[in-house]
């Protein structure tokens, strides 16, 4: 009595099971922070840092606005810190106000204000370090009731929320931070201005065709030749 053959996957359907694999191979392969956000900057004072006023994006580039966030602070007089490594642009006073900004390796501005800067133009700084004082609260102060930090984030033109940059908000796709030379992608609300680059497309391969989804037929290995099972007649032709 011959043992009972065991069912072979149609050739059809090898293709399609290969195709499955190579899919479930590649999302195991995903790293954790291409799912997660992940912070660029730091946040310049100590916890606990609330947000009081988020930041609003203008009309047009004069229209009204919040250009920053509002960081609660727990008492007067806190240290303020670089958000991020870079150079000391401006270390002075605006409109009655302390202010302190800082330029970046890939042309990102933070700005830092009520704070009476310790810092002199030019002085290079590392990430976490001390860039001056919280000024005491009066009524040139941004915040009239609380005491807080106006943070601020500007690359060129174009205001951007800081709460993307500190991973509050989303992914930080827009965060590359490899080095000068790399312009990053703009994040999230900005006010007008250039356009920033597109998200980057994967050019399909050589002999692709276009807007295919997965590669033809002929490009995948053929399955092995099909052999008798056990208790298969064999024909002989003379």
């Given at each position: 009595?011959?043992?009972?053959?065991?069912p072979c996957p149609s050739v059809r359907s090898l293709p399609a099971l290969l195709m499955c694999c190579m899919?479930?191979?590649?999302?195991?392969?995903?790293?954790?922070?291409?799912?997660?956000?992940?912070?660029?900057?730091?946040?310049?004072?100590?916890?606990?840092?609330?947000?009081?006023?988020?930041?609003?994006?203008?009309?047009?580039p004069y229209g009204p606005g919040h250009r920053g966030i509002d960081i609660g602070v727990t008492g007067e007089g806190a240290q303020v810190r670089a958000v991020e490594a870079g150079t000391v642009r401006f270390s002075?006073?605006?409109?009655?106000?302390?202010v302190v900004s800082v330029t970046h390796a890939d042309g990102l501005l933070s700005t830092y204000e009520p704070?009476?800067?310790t810092v002199e133009v030019g002085t290079a700084v590392l990430a976490g370090?001390?860039?001056?004082?919280?000024?005491?609260?009066?009524?040139?102060?941004?915040?009239?009731?609380?005491?807080?930090?106006?943070?601020?984030?500007?690359?060129g033109k174009d205001y951007l929320d800081p709460q993307l940059l500190l991973g509050l908000?989303?992914?930080?796709v827009l965060l590359p931070w490899d080095g000068p030379g790399e312009r990053a992608p703009r994040t999230g609300a900005a006010r007008p201005g250039p356009s920033a680059p597109g998200e980057a497309v994967r050019a399909p391969a050589p002999g692709a065709?276009?807007?295919?989804?997965?590669?033809?037929?002929?490009?995948?290995?053929?399955?092995?030749?099909?052999?008798?099972?056990?208790?298969?007649?064999i024909a002989l032709v003379g």
């Amino acid at each position: 009595m011959s043992a009972p053959s065991v069912p072979c996957p149609s050739v059809r359907s090898l293709p399609a099971l290969l195709m499955c694999c190579m899919a479930l191979a590649a999302l195991l392969a995903l790293p954790a922070s291409a799912h997660a956000g992940e912070a660029r900057w730091q946040w310049p004072v100590p916890a606990p840092h609330p947000v009081l006023r988020a930041f609003e994006e203008p009309e047009h580039p004069y229209g009204p606005g919040h250009r920053g966030i509002d960081i609660g602070v727990t008492g007067e007089g806190a240290q303020v810190r670089a958000v991020e490594a870079g150079t000391v642009r401006f270390s002075g006073t605006v409109a009655g106000r302390g202010v302190v900004s800082v330029t970046h390796a890939d042309g990102l501005l933070s700005t830092y204000e009520p704070v009476s800067g310790t810092v002199e133009v030019g002085t290079a700084v590392l990430a976490g370090e001390v860039l001056g004082t919280l000024e005491q609260r009066s009524e040139l102060a941004h915040c009239a009731e609380e005491t807080c930090l106006h943070l601020g984030a500007r690359r060129g033109k174009d205001y951007l929320d800081p709460q993307l940059l500190l991973g509050l908000r989303g992914p930080s796709v827009l965060l590359p931070w490899d080095g000068p030379g790399e312009r990053a992608p703009r994040t999230g609300a900005a006010r007008p201005g250039p356009s920033a680059p597109g998200e980057a497309v994967r050019a399909p391969a050589p002999g692709a065709a276009a807007g295919s989804a997965a590669p033809e037929a002929s490009a995948l290995p053929r399955p092995p030749p099909m052999r008798p099972g056990r208790g298969a007649l064999i024909a002989l032709v003379g």
